[in-house]
């Protein structure tokens, strides 16, 4: 079932993630060695945000086009990792690639991962950065009518939450929202996620990274809110423009393809793909197969329109 050009990338990407404990504690160790790396080719600095709940800061990358000179569109994205591990400088690449599509401010924090904080830690923190950025836009460079959120898997997750939270509490208005094959569903019953043994992240590996991520929630007995995971929204209403795609063997394929339903349903413009053949961030792991490039051009391309003709003044 996996495109060809895929095999043999895909054996070693089942050597990545394991879904054992121990191992995700090792995987979110290992994350953090690359702090501080900068992108080349980039202005890239790194800053501390301040927690509206006083505890602390978030450490935060910053990445301009060199010799920028604003105001130009910001892009908050929010990297992946299951939840558990993960860094912005672990997606340098990505972050490379919008800033060459179109000159932009990048913000990146590094969220409180759920082996240290459990759900609401990450969501509070990208959700105290949209604010600062809302509130320094100029500052940065950038401008407050376009600001747009974006980020894969988990991060894709916490795309559709800082969405659904600032649609909610009408605290931010965003031109244009990225959850790229997004973790958003924690009941891991969808036909694609059940018994999904795909590289990379299958139904074990997603079983465990939410059982960590909602185990604050699980200890008090308490029911999971959509800003937690996202497919459990009620109102897809009045949400940002939407791009996203999966792929075909990922196991959060139907719940993807059942939030862009709901988007549309809700008459949110959407732009969707499912490229078939491949796994979850395949194109990542090997970004020069076909499928990859496709889906690479897709989103690029689709940020790229976005910038051009997306826009969100802030209310006064």
């Known amino acids: 079932m996996i495109d060809p050009e895929l095999r043999g990338p895909a054996f070693f990407a089942r050597l990545m993630l394991l879904p054992w404990p121990w191992w995700f504690r090792l995987m979110a160790n290992a994350s953090k060695r690359d702090h501080g790396k900068n992108i080349e080719e980039l202005d890239c600095s790194e800053i501390q945000?301040?927690?509206?709940?006083?505890?602390?800061?978030?450490?935060?990358?910053?990445?301009?086009?060199?010799?920028?000179?604003?105001?130009?569109?910001?892009l908050l994205y929010l990297h992946g990792g299951g939840y558990f591990m993960g860094s912005p400088e672990m997606f340098g690449d990505t972050i490379k690639a919008f800033i060459k599509t179109r000159p932009c401010v990048v913000v990146s924090p590094d969220y409180r991962k759920s082996l240290e904080a459990p759900y609401p830690a990450a969501i509070d923190d990208c959700y105290d950065a949209?604010?600062?950025?809302?509130?320094?836009?100029?500052?940065?460079?950038?401008?407050?009518?376009?600001?747009?959120?974006?980020?894969?898997?988990?991060?894709?997750?916490?795309?559709?939450?800082?969405?659904?939270?600032?649609?909610?509490?009408?605290?931010?208005?965003i031109a244009f929202q990225m959850p790229i094959y997004p973790m958003i569903d924690d009941r891991n019953d969808t036909p694609s996620a059940r018994d999904n043994d795909a590289p990379l992240w299958n139904a074990k590996l997603n079983a465990l990274g939410w059982r960590y991520y909602l185990s604050g929630l699980h200890a008090r007995n308490a029911p999971i809110p959509a800003d937690a995971a996202p497919a459990r929204a009620t109102d897809y209403s009045n949400l940002p423009p939407t791009l996203t795609f999966v792929a075909d063997l990922d196991p959060f394929c139907d719940e993807t393809a059942a939030y862009v339903e709901h988007l549309k349903q809700a008459g949110v413009p959407v732009e969707f793909?499912?490229?078939?053949?491949?796994?979850?961030?395949?194109?990542?792991?090997?970004?020069?197969?076909?499928?990859?490039?496709?889906?690479?051009?897709?989103?690029?391309?689709?940020?790229?329109?976005?910038?051009?003709?997306?826009?969100?003044?802030?209310?006064?």
């Open 49 to 74: 945000l301040p927690r509206r709940e006083g505890a602390g800061t978030i450490r935060t990358r910053l990445y301009k086009p060199p010799g920028a000179t604003g105001p130009l569109p910001i």
């Open 130 to 173: 949209l604010l600062w950025v809302k509130h320094n836009a100029e500052a940065i460079g950038g401008r407050s009518d376009q600001i747009m959120v974006g980020g894969h898997s988990a991060g894709g997750g916490l795309t559709a939450a800082v969405s659904q939270r600032a649609r909610d509490r009408g605290d931010v208005r």
């Open 273 to 316: 793909r499912i490229f078939k053949g491949g796994f979850h961030g395949s194109e990542g792991i090997a970004p020069k197969a076909r499928i990859s490039r496709e889906a690479i051009n897709f989103l690029t391309e689709g940020f790229a329109r976005a910038v051009d003709t997306r826009f969100a003044p802030q209310d006064s």
